[in-house]
């Protein structure tokens, strides 16, 4: 992998950090800025507004911008962003700053991982995501946490400055090494690119990704109440129940990324069962220690595993059109992660048991292997289907998983 995919990889962690943090952060923020916490939290929803609206705008708007330019803006933007925000005292501003952060993440995604595939070659798009979401993995594991230990340190505001100090070496390295391109006037038109993004194939690309992540953040989202009420650990367990899952997301990211490029259609296919094994699994033996974070890890594996073969699928089913069909992963991905949470939400509402986010988590993943399944029996998946990519690994991205 060249240099530059791993630099794209840190920027990403520091957006990373940045988009979970705040679930550290909360009660210290409300105590300054005089909020409540639900005002606090709105933050988050903020965020994923942001980037679900954001992420195919913006990629719309950059279209025609050299990617080694929008990407540095996008990053000077976000960096600015966590500036103004440490420095604020108004909650108003804050909120403004954390929707703007989000427009410039969404729009870095989706030119990223634009930019990483078409550096790491026609064959190695799933390596190349895999570098860019290991960004992602590695936030849960190290930079929130890092994020809350700032904060009992020195303040809230400090896990901002974190965020920017981060970023600042990125923008260097970005300028010093992504290669840069002349504005391309054959570039295809924002028309070209969403007309490509019609396909029926990549469309079920896309809800496959959005439910298999919505059941991924329902879970982590409810991870807490699980390991304390049903599993029985201390609240001291908590930290380490949650750095457990981003690790085996860091490994599943990595190897998702090598299988997307090789062998996709066994990946999906044997990955969405065992996912879907597990977060049942899961469910029933949540009252078993040991077992429970055996599933934490596995669970981390899958989900991210199965995850990141979707998105280098939607870059190689929509290969003439990667950057929009980088911001719509992008979107969807974010769908999942708000749907996700406000699901499992509903189910503790209604007074199903802490074990509940489990099987909600279990429910999306069926659903997704019932939609792969539709869209293969109607011949979605077929070769003729919609668009089909022009540059493809072994195997169908949904063919297998049903």
Known sequence: MPFAIYVLGLAVFAQGTS????????????????????????????????????????????????????????????LLAHVVGALTGSFEVLFVTRVIAALANAG?????????????????????????????????????????????????????????I???????????????????????????????????????????????????????????????????LGTNWVPAALALFGIGSFVGVNIGGRLADTRPGEALAVGGAALLTGWLLFALTAGNPVLALIFVFLQGVLSFGVGSTLIAQSLYTASSAPTMAGGFATGALNVGAAAGPALGGLALAADHGYRSPLVVSALLVLAALLLAGVARATGVTGRNAGAAPEESPAGSPVQAAS
Not at 37 to 43: E, H, W
Not at 180 to 202: F, Y
Request: charged share 10%; net charge positive; hydrophobic share 60%.
């Open 19 to 78: 988009e979970f943090m705040l679930s550290g952060l909360v009660e210290a923020m409300a105590a300054d800025l005089g909020v409540s916490i639900p005002a606090v939290g709105s933050l988050t929803s903020a965020f994923a507004v942001g980037m679900i609206v954001g992420a195919p705008l913006v990629a719309m708007l950059s279209l025609r911008w050299p990617r080694r330019r929008a990407l540095l803006a996008f990053l000077v933007t976000f």
């Open 108 to 164: 870095f995604l989706a030119v990223g991982l634009a930019t990483a595939a078409a550096m790491a070659g026609p064959q190695a798009k799933g390596r190349a995501t895999s570098v860019l979401l290991s960004g992602v993995t590695l936030a849960c594991v190290a930079g929130v946490p890092l994020g809350a230990v700032l904060s009992e340190m020195w303040g809230w505001r400090s896990a901002f400055w974190a965020v920017a």
């Open 166 to 232: 981060i970023s600042a070496p990125a923008v260097v390295a970005v300028l010093w090494s992504v290669p840069a391109t002349p504005v391309d006037l054959n570039a295809p038109s924002a028309r070209h690119e969403l007309r490509v993004l019609r396909s029926p194939r990549l469309i079920t690309v896309l809800a496959l990704g959005a439910l298999v992540n919505g059941a991924t953040f329902c879970s982590f989202t409810y991870l807490s109440p699980v390991i304390t009420n049903v599993t029985g």
